[in-house]
């Protein structure tokens, strides 16, 4: 059970935090939704690398 709930705090922390600050980039900005678009896929590709690490460490896998 531990090992989802770290799985899915990995995923959803990182996409939360690309998601506030492409926002908060947008509004210092004004250029809604560049940064935001920008955010959500850098938190999605942090999320999934910082699964794939987690996974190759549970797995004992190089």
């Known amino acids: 059970m ?3 709930t770290t799985i899915l705090s990995y995923l959803v922390g990182s996409i939360l935090t690309g998601v506030f600050l492409g926002r908060w980039m947008d ?3 004004d250029t809604f939704p560049l940064f935001l678009i ?15 690490r987690l996974l190759h460490k549970f797995t004992g896998e190089d």
């Open 38 to 52: 920008i955010g959500l896929l850098l938190g999605l590709g942090g999320g999934v690398y910082g699964l794939v």
């Open 27 to 29: 509004r210092l900005f």
């Open 2 to 4: 531990a090992l989802y």
